[in-house]
């Protein structure tokens, strides 16, 4: 940052030109990828989503900063006592972006488009998060229908816990039924929703360009005229530009370079409050990893302060239970694992590996939100267990690949993570630890009958506060089998010109930029 | 010449038939499964069958690849597993964007590289020759990735002169007619635009000349070297010409043709192994399109786009062949 | 006959040699060479310091008396991890070269000796891996067999061969037409014998130059390959790979990029300077 | 028939000319062109032409280093033109040769010791002692030393180096020697030593030649007879001591004007030859010289003349002469 | 002999090589006049051609050094600046080289080639320069001259290429000619040609001609005055009739009794034993002594002057120092 003032002189120069009257003026967010499909419900991918987000509106929507649900299209619902009727009633007098009225029968179309879905692929989130499709024993939805004008009923076979949380999710963002029939198979490449931001125009691998909505139905938004998504593959480079005023907020940023932003007066740090876990797991079938003690020989021998400090460069805090503080079912009382190589060799020493013993270990190839540099943590972690006299090899492999190994068994001790879609601890425990997840995200192929119990309890329990002692009941038993050893709640960082304002990242990954705006 | 070319072309097919097959099998042999990578760790395992299916992935290899061959020979490149969009038309603009950062190199490595070689060969053993061919040697021997970053932090992070990604400013983006932004900004009358383009080409250009010019200047050394040794240079010499023109007519022509050959192939080298470059200098090109396919494991991109930057290089080369006729009339075209 | 006694027997190869003590730049080269293969011949005596003795809190020093190139991420030394680096390189560089001299040899010859069809399939199959960019074809080997320093070698002697089949290709069709071959003809020699005991020994020579050259290429390109996380695996420490892990830290510890990069260039340098000179001294078009 | 140790009928070599779209054949180089002569035992037969004439190609199709396109060879009387390869392989102790460039023949990577021992080898003298016997005679034979054993062919001069290449031919006890052109690249005063020695073995070893030549004087020099060749054929044939005096043929009655001879006072009338010589691969009908002879008449464009004794031992192919 | 048109005084060229300073030519002295053809003969690697090439001015200063004088029209061309030089080749000096194969730059027409030639030093305008050109082809007894300007060096024969260097040579009606073993590449029936061509132009044109050749023959054919050359040094001048007839160098002897003659068969030839001696290997003494029949100490030990035997000859043999004393200055 050593050339900021020259560089905020030059760029007040180039705003000028494109500034009319009382325009917000353009904003350019950089990131590591670019969106693959912009029909948000075809795709899973977090740079599609937050480009969507702009576009299309879902019917409830996150809160700002947390994860609590909020109206959006729908200002009001009602919940039946069963808890499987919801009746939403609609915002009235907004419109797509190509003119067209946004009403129950558009909401009503845009589900019937989903639930007929012929294979999962095709809409990967509508299963995953609403059991499945029309006809399929699975599903949740069983009905959507138009009551008028501007309410819709949705009717569920059965009472889901995180039903709302769900409909906030991105993906389910709703599509102008006239665009959709008009651009066909194209229509992934021309989304148009209510959102504040028209889409523009898209150039593969490069930019996303969304211009302001002149007709948005929030009085007074969106501030900017315009947003750029722009790819900038390494890391580095991209906070160069950043630093050189090429770009306004990029996300990614390495935790390395942190203390470099927040030095820099021109730029300002953005902590997306974490909804994640990155761990070390263990293929709890394999041997030596059957054996408990083994497992939690190796959670004492983890320095995790250590990997924090260096590999997440504070900008994360030490897990102790798989999901993060954030949510709700989170078990404070657990006491983790303190790092202890006495114990851990005791322990060792217990299950029969006084010598230690020979082990791969796989790191992913791929930086993630929780976990910024596998291979470095993979490292720190061998350098660990050296001292155990386990030897470890780290593997690595394409990222695909990996996935594909790790679900298969095929991995004795693997690093990984997860980010919460929708900020519920079904959304973790269920998905990543529970039996019926084996072959799907449970990698550690950990399964605990009395687990499995409590989480199917929870899954149909409306309480909240009953659901949350299930899930701490279940953490407990969790934290005693250590099938992980869960390393952080990496808080994943952006960075951002000081001028950027009303800016907050949301644990979700996606927000709108909606109320941003720039001097 | 014309029945010369034909040969040529005709020899081309066994040559690019080879290529198709090889880099099918190549391919494939890839383990990883691409559905998977699309959908995303969260997917579920009946979610990545089924889009396998859907991609005709689940065919057997012999199917797929028959296909694959009727489908290019009707120019149908294929459809991007990932963005589901026809390869032939996504990859004009990645390609022009190689393309553009390509040539430019080539154009920098050209001038520079064949006059140091030039002045190195006619003052032999000068402290220039020795300077320029130890640069060379140097320039040879670099990593590009490490000559890149070193570049990027010192012209670009230290001094601020030029900017560090991309093609173009992001905040005036150039408006794509033919993709290569050089003439699309001139055909639009945006001069500001096109010497802000410029300034995006000159760092991952320098870089990516580094190679070729070293590997030019030499090879024109040598071969000046060589010629000027020769004895119808003695000739032009005793007629009383000067040495200037001896070397810029004489020489020149005789000596291009061993560049020329360097030229031909570090042109193909330059589009595909532009890899590099194009990661450091964040330049959309096909090189980190390629690249990007493999991560995501998009087949149907991977394959056309390999065989799009091969069937360049071979193309190039044969141009380079034909071109030799042009400069030296001994090459019999029968 | 005034046959001057003291005159010596000199073989073509010491006279190569001769030819080649002269040249400055390659015994340079050939200096630079021989001291990286000491640095990692000696790797365990010279080296400070373990090449993964990770200490997190010593992170990032600069250089100093302690760590004279400074410490990396993990703490380690850089100097050592650059030590034994050289070890990594030197091996790719030799053993993927090696690699590619073989096969490429054996198909040059089968190709150049048996001719017509022979030589028409093996010729096309070089022509047809000639035709990708070499940096691609590599990538894509080390795809489907997944990264390691191992299969970033098996990558990179693949994408080599071609350029050793051609060179002992058109050596044998050159060294045939030669009139020695002729007169091992016509004392009734058999081919094999002519093969082994004429047309190899003069190919050797030109595998020499080159080799030593594709050693320089080889070293980059497997650093690229590691640069781009495809070749060696950590801690292994590849230059290419130390570099790929420190380039997000160029501006606070710039020494860690700093100083792989240099002995990349250096070793690199060092086979070409050592290469040009080979050429000079082998090359038989500069003798008589 | 007893005293002709090689004879030669009807031969024929051509090579193909590859071009067009797919580089098939488009036409052929007839580099011998119906060649028939035979050699005495104990002779000297010289050959001399013009440069691409196809002295070099006659030279190597006798000893079959090349395959005869047509023809017939016999060797003491025995039809070798289609021997199997190992056969042939035995007969090359009886037949061997000479080259001309003493800078290629010789490998340059070999001692002069090995070079001369691996026809020894070849031949199956498995006894290294002996060899090296031999080797050492051998050298002694061509006028060199025994410390010249161990050295490299570039450490000799070209005189040196065709006494080596001498020296190979003579390992084997061959009969017959193909020297072609052994001595034009040398300078005269080393290419009198060589043409000595070669008289010198002949006389020694009983020794018949081949000897090709496009020097005139040094045909002349060692041949018993010689041949004249223009454009793949033999134009003329005779006693060298006949031919010099008493050529028939236009054509080397101009190849003899046409020599300088270094001799101030020689006054000779020059036959200056108009044009060069046609290419073999599109040789005129008729009789090749036509187009560049002074007495051409209107026959000689379309018939080829027979190559027939003119007068006893005398041959050639004229229509001058029918 | 004041109305030389070049006069050589102790001319010495040495070569930079890896092993040092080596001389090539060695001191040699000798004269053209107007007109005549001078012959220089002697063995492969003698000097005959940096001989010449040092003449001409085009040894590079990088590669070996000249020293003595060379008067051409009593300038001296030793310390003539290259711009003085470039006016001199092709204009008043020509010359023409050994392979007519290379000395022709293929990628150019031979038109371009001989327009060149003249238009360096004459003005003339295109078409003016284009008639000569056609017109020297003619001379040179090219058929189609018209046509041969498009053609390019490769589709013509060796004898036509020499023919056009020929006049190429004399397209600027040079007053010496040096021709560099012209013939040697050449068959027997072409080198006719050449040589018939040549004696022509120089009774034509009365262009000097200086013959380089290894050729007795050629030089019996066509010098009046021959010059024999041996390891860098002239070891004998004299008029063609007294090389010939009366030879006094052993080496000249020698020379000329080793060639075969083609007109009557010998039964031997005479043969110099041994082989020429690498440059820079004799240090002291005469440098054909260890090849020569009649070498007693002196010349091991000394080297000998160019002895004036008469007018038109001179010899550098101890021999005849007691028959005429007298050292040629
Ligand atoms: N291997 C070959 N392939 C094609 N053409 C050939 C081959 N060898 C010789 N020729 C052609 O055959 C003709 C005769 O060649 P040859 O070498 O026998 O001539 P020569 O009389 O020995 O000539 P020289 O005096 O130059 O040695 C030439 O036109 C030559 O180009
Ligand atoms: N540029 C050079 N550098 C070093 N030595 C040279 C150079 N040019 C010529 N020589 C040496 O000078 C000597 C004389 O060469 P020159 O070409 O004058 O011989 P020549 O008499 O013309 O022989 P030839 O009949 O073969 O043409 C040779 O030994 C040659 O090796
Ligand atoms: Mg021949
Ligand atoms: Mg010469």
């Not at chain 5, 000619?177 to 040589?195: K, N, S």
């Amino acid at each position: 940052g050593c050339s900021g003032s020259k560089e905020t002189g030059k760029e007040k120069g180039g705003e000028k030109k494109e500034k009319t009257a009382e325009s917000g003026g353009t904003m350019i967010y950089a990131r590591g990828g670019d969106a693959v499909k912009l029909d948000p419900i075809t795709v899973t991918d977090g740079e599609s989503l937050i480009v969507t987000h702009q576009i299309l509106e879902t019917l409830v929507k996150y809160e700002k900063e947390t994860a609590d649900i909020v109206p959006g299209l729908a200002k009001d619902w009602e919940v039946s006592d069963d808890g499987t009727t919801y009746t939403f009633e609609l915002e009235e007098g907004v419109k797509f972006h190509d003119g067209t009225d946004f009403n129950a029968d558009a909401v009503v179309k845009n589900f019937e488009r989903w639930m007929n879905g012929k294979d999962e692929a095709e809409f990967p989130y509508f299963v995953s998060q609403f059991g499945g499709f029309k006809g399929e024993e699975a599903a949740v939805i069983k009905e959507v229908k138009a009551v008028d004008e501007n309410k819709v009923e949705f009717t569920l076979f059965r009472p889901q816990a995180p039903f709302l949380k769900n409909l906030a999710m991105t993906p389910f963002g709703i599509s102008s039924p006239a665009a959709i029939e008009k651009f066909g198979d194209k229509y992934i490449e021309n989304p148009v929703g209510t959102g504040p931001f028209k889409f523009e125009s898209w150039k593969r691998n490069d930019t996303i360009t969304v211009v302001k909505n002149e007709d948005y139905w929030k009085e007074g938004l969106p501030k900017l005229d315009k947003v750029i998504f722009k790819v900038i593959t390494d890391n580095s480079a991209r906070l160069n530009a950043l630093i050189k005023g090429e770009v306004d907020l990029i996300d990614g940023l390495n935790p390395s370079d942190v203390e470099k932003v927040k030095a820099d007066s021109n730029l300002q740090i953005f902590e997306r409050p974490s909804m994640n876990i990155g761990y070390l797991g263990f293929n709890v079938e394999k041997e030596p990893f059957d054996n408990k003690k083994v497992r939690q020989a190796i959670s004492h021998a983890i320095n995790k302060q250590a990997i924090i400090d260096n590999f997440y460069e504070g900008t994360a805090e030490p897990a102790k239970n798989p999901i993060p503080p954030s949510i709700n079912g989170y078990n404070d009382e657990i006491e983790d694992y303190e790092f202890d190589l006495d114990k851990a060799k005791k322990l060792l020493e217990e299950a029969g590996f006084k010598d230690g013993f020979k082990m791969d270990l796989w790191a992913m190839p791929v930086p993630r939100p929780y976990m910024p540099n596998g291979q470095k943590v993979a490292e720190a972690i061998q350098a660990d267990l050296e001292k155990l006299n386990i030897e470890v090899n780290i593997v690595s492999m394409e990222w695909g690949t990996y996935l594909e190994k790790v679900r298969d068994g095929e991995a004795p001790m693997f690093m990984l993570g997860w980010t919460g879609d929708n900020g519920d601890a079904d959304n973790f425990l269920y998905a990543l630890l529970d039996k019926d997840s084996i072959g799907s995200n449970n990698y550690s192929r950990y399964a605990s009958e009395d687990v499995h119990k409590l989480l199917i309890e929870a899954q149909t329990e409306t309480d909240e506060d009953k659901r949350s002692e299930l899930y701490k009941e279940a953490l407990e038993i969790i934290h005693d089998d250590a099938p992980w050893v869960p390393l952080a709640h990496s808080v994943p960082q952006l960075a951002g010109k000081s001028t950027i304002d009303g800016f907050f990242p949301h644990p979700t990954g996606s927000q709108a930029f909606d109320d941003v705006s720039m001097e | 010449m014309l029945t010369y070319t034909i040969r040529r072309l005709t020899l081309l097919i066994p040559v690019l038939l080879g290529m198709v097959l090889i880099v099918f099998s190549l391919i494939h042999a890839i383990p990883g499964n691409p559905a998977q990578i699309i959908l995303g760790q969260q997917a579920t395992e009946e979610a990545v069958e089924a889009l396998n299916k859907q991609l005709g992935l689940d065919q057997p290899l012999y199917i797929q690849f028959f296909d694959y061959v009727k489908n290019l020979l009707t120019g149908d490149l294929g459809m991007s597993i990932r963005t589901q969009s026809p390869i032939s038309q996504e990859v004009w603009p990645y390609l022009a964007a190689t393309m553009e950062l390509a040539l430019a190199a080539m154009l920098i490595a050209i001038i520079i590289g064949v006059n140091a070689g030039i002045i190195s060969a006619w003052f032999q053993n000068s402290w220039f020759d020795y300077i320029a061919m130890l640069l060379a040697l140097i320039g040879v021997s670099m990593p590009i990735f490490w000559l890149g970053l070193m570049e990027q932090y010192v012209f670009s992070i230290q001094l601020d002169l030029f900017p560090t990604t991309g093609r173009d400013n992001i905040r005036d983006p150039v408006e794509p007619i033919t993709y290569l932004y050089l003439i699309d900004t001139l055909m639009q009358g945006r001069f500001d635009q096109f010497v802000e383009v410029i300034k995006h080409l000159v760092l991952p250009s320098l870089t990516l000349a580094t190679i070729p010019m070293a590997i030019i200047a030499r090879i024109t050394r040598s071969s000046m070297l060589e010629v000027m040794r020769s004895d119808y240079i003695r000739t032009a010499r005793a007629k009383g010409m000067s040495m200037f023109w001896v070397v810029y007519k004489h020489s020149l022509k005789n000596a291009f043709i061993p560049v020329l050959t360097v030229i031909g192939l570090q042109t193909g080298l330059l589009l595909g192994g532009a890899i590099l470059t194009e990661t450091i200098f964040g330049w959309p090109g096909i090189g980190s399109y390629i690249y990007d396919a493999i991560q995501f494991r998009d087949y149907p991109v991977i394959q056309s786009g390999i065989l799009v930057v091969a069937t360049i290089f071979v193309l190039i080369n044969l141009t380079v062949d034909l071109l030799y006729a042009a400069i030296d009339p001994r090459i019999k075209y029968r | 006959m005034n046959v001057n006694e003291e005159e010596q027997i000199i073989s073509p190869w010491k006279e190569a040699w001769r030819s080649f003590r002269k040249n400055k730049a390659a015994l340079l080269g050939l200096g630079i060479v021989m001291f990286f293969i000491l640095l990692a011949i000696f790797a365990d005596l010279i080296a400070p310091y373990g090449f993964r003795e990770t200490e997190l809190a010593n992170k990032h020093l600069p250089p100093s008396s302690k760590h004279w190139f400074g410490t990396d991420e993990f703490g380690r030394d850089i100097l050592s991890r650059v030590i034994y680096g050289a070890r990594i390189s030197l091996r790719v560089g030799f053993l993927a070269v090696s690699g590619s001299v073989i096969v490429g040899s054996l198909l040059g010859i089968i190709a150049g000796y048996y001719g017509r069809w022979v030589d028409g399939i093996i010729s096309r199959i070089f022509d047809i891996l000639l035709a990708f960019p070499s940096i691609l074809l590599a990538i894509a080997i080390v795809a489907i067999l997944g990264p390691s320093l191992q299969n970033a070698m098996i990558a990179i002697a693949v994408i080599n061969v071609p350029t050793f089949g051609r060179l002992l290709r058109s050596r044998v069709l050159s060294v045939k037409e030669e009139e020695y071959i002729t007169a091992a003809k016509a004392i009734g020699m058999t081919d094999g014998r002519i093969l082994f005991h004429h047309v190899l020994p003069n190919s050797l020579a030109p595998i020499i130059v080159q080799g030593s050259l594709s050693i320089a290429t080889a070293i980059i390109e497997a650093a690229a390959l590691g640069f781009l996380g495809l070749g060696a695996q950590p801690p292994t420490p590849e230059w290419g790979k130390m570099l790929a892990d420190s380039k997000d830290f160029i501006i606070q510890a710039p020494w860690t990029v700093f100083f792989p990069g240099i002995a990349i260039m250096l070793t690199v340098l060092g086979f070409n300077l050592m290469g040009d000179g080979l050429r000079d001294a082998l090359d038989p078009r500069m003798k008589r | 028939m007893t005293d002709r140790l090689l004879e030669v009928e009807g031969l024929k070599k051509s090579f193909p000319i590859q071009g067009g779209a797919f580089g098939k054949q488009i036409g052929e180089v007839k580099a011998v062109d119906d060649v028939s002569f035979f050699i005495k035992k104990g002779e000297t037969l010289g050959l001399v032409g013009e440069s691409g004439c196809g002295k070099s190609t006659t030279g190597k199709t006798l000893l079959r280093l090349l395959e005869p396109t047509e023809g017939k060879i016999y060797f003491e009387g025995k039809e070798i033109t289609n021997l199997p390869k190992n056969e042939m392989r035995r007969l090359r102790r009886e037949m061997q040769m000479v080259f001309q460039d003493p800078f290629a023949s010789l490998n340059p990577r070999h001692k002069v010791e090995k070079i001369l021992e691996e026809p020894l080898i070849v031949h199956g003298v498995t006894d290294s002692k002996e060899r090296k016997k031999r080797v050492r005679q051998l050298l002694e034979i061509v006028g060199l030393n025994d410390y010249h054993a161990k050295r490299y062919p570039h450490q000799f001069s070209g005189g040196q180096r065709q006494r080596i290449g001498i020296a190979r031919a003579l390992a084997v006890h061959p009969k017959l020697i193909v020297a072609d052109e052994p001595v034009s690249a040398l300078d005269v005063s080393i290419q009198s030593q060589v043409l000595n020695l070669l008289k010198d073995l002949q006389e020694e070893f009983d020794l018949t030649y081949l000897f090709i030549a496009h020097d005139l004087g040094v045909v002349r020099h060692i041949s018993d007879r010689v041949g004249v060749m223009y454009l793949g054929r033999i134009v003329e044939l005779a006693d060298s001591e006949e031919l010099y005096e008493n050529p028939k043929h236009p054509y080397t009655k101009a190849l003899l004007s046409a020599v300088p001879v270094p001799d101030v006072d020689f006054q000779k009338e020059r036959v200056i030859l108009r044009g060069d010589v046609p290419s073999p691969a599109n040789p005129p009908a008729g009789c090749a010289f036509h187009t560049r002879c002074p007495a051409a008449m209107e026959q000689c464009a379309h018939k080829r003349p027979l190559f027939k004794e003119v007068e006893k031992g005398h041959y050639a192919a004229c229509h001058l002469y029918e | 002999m004041d109305n030389a048109l070049l006069k050589v005084e102790g001319l010495r060229t040495s070569f930079f090589t890896d092993d040092g300073e080596i001389p090539i030519v060695n001191s040699i002295d000798f004269h053209v006049r107007s007109g005549e053809v001078l012959g220089i003969v002697g063995e492969s690697g003698c000097g005959k051609s940096v001989t010449s090439l040092s003449i001409m001015g085009l040894i590079p200063a990088q590669t070996g050094k000249v020293d003595g004088q060379i008067l051409f029209k009593g300038e001296n061309l030793a310390l003539a600046s290259e711009k003085r030089m470039r006016q001199i080749r092709g204009n008043e000096i020509a010359m023409i080289f050994q392979e007519p194969m290379t000395s022709l730059n293929p990628v150019f027409t031979i038109g371009e080639q001989l327009l060149e030639a003249i238009q360096i030093h004459r003005k003339l305008p295109k078409k003016k320069a284009k008639e000569r050109a056609v017109e020297m082809l003619k001379l040179v007894g090219l058929p189609r001259a018209e046509q041969l300007l498009n053609e390019y060096p490769h589709q013509l024969s060796g004898g036509m290429r020499q023919r056009v260097m020929i006049a190429m040579a004399m397209i600027c009606n040079p007053e010496l000619l040096i021709a560099d073993e012209p013939t040697t590449a050449l068959d027997v029936t072409i080198q006719a040609q050449i040589l018939d061509l040549m004696k022509a132009l120089n009774k034509d044109t009365d262009t000097a001609i200086i013959m380089i050749t290894h050729d007795l023959g050629v030089v019996a054919e066509m010098c009046s005055r021959v010059i024999v050359m041996y390891a860098g040094h002239i070891v004998e001048e004299a008029d063609v009739k007294t090389i010939f007839k009366n030879p006094k160098h052993p080496y000249t002897v020698g020379l000329i009794q080793s060639v075969p003659d083609m007109r009557h068969k010998k039964e031997r030839l005479y043969s110099i034993e041994g082989n020429v001696p690498k440059p820079g290997s004799i240090q002291t003494g005469c440098h054909f002594a260890p090849r020569c029949e009649h070498a007693f100490d002196r010349c091991f030990a000394q080297t000998p002057d160019l002895l004036n035997l008469s007018d038109v000859h001179k010899v550098k043999c101890w021999l005849y120092e007691s028959e005429k004393g007298e050292v040629s200055g």
